[in-house]
């Protein structure tokens, strides 16, 4: 993980925006990198801040892309509680199989209420060097 301090706190920790890398646990030859807010200060530097609903998803093909021979429809790849009880970043694989296309769905929701915040990255599945 690396992180990003916009913002300076004389308190506790300082406001930062995090970017993690994870790859695909089914699908060699995809990564992702998320970037999400991480509230500091007081609150933040105990673990209880709610962080905002603000990220970023960027996933690429980092190598020869090999899909399973049954690769679910919709798959959650990625999750992450973002506060202690109430929020989570879920990202979701989709298969577009009519453009050869993987999908990936950022969502981050309340699980108490509102509309959730989305992000999408695609990567189209094509041969990966000089084959």
Known sequence: MVD??????????????????FHDPKVPGVTCHVSQARTGGVSGSLGL???PSQ??????????????????????????????????TRIVRMWDAANQTLIYLAISRKLIEGAPMNSISTVPVMPWGGR
Do not use: M
Not at 4 to 21: F, I, Q
């Open 4 to 21: 990003y301090v916009p913002t300076w706190k004389l308190v506790g920790a300082n406001h930062k925006v995090c970017v993690e890398a």
């Open 49 to 51: 801040a709610q962080d």
């Open 55 to 88: 990220f970023s998803l960027a996933c690429r093909q980092t190598g020869p892309i090999t899909l399973p021979a049954k690769l679910p429809e919709s798959e959650t790849v990625f999750t992450e509680d973002t506060s202690v009880l109430f929020k989570e």
